[in-house]
């Protein structure tokens, strides 16, 4: 019940809010949640793992097993 009450409080405060101050809301969340620095690292690693996969997938690769 408490957690409802909370929502119903958020929800009130944003249906009082302008236009500019939305914006501000939402300007400071994505600033808590994205990360440019996170993307870079993703990129990263798909990169590296794109080019793992093309590398086992080119045709002369032959891999000896003991």
Do not use: H, R
Not at 12 to 40: R, T
Not at 53 to 61: R, S, T
């Amino acid at each position: 019940m408490e957690t409802t009450i909370k929502k119903q409080a958020i929800v009130q405060s944003i249906d009082s809010m302008n236009a500019a101050e939305m914006e501000k809301v939402i300007k400071f969340i994505k600033g808590l949640i994205y990360s440019p620095s996170l993307d870079q690292s993703y990129l990263d690693f798909k990169k590296q793992a794109l080019n793992e996969i093309q590398e086992a997938l080119k045709p002369n690769k032959i891999e000896l097993s003991a």
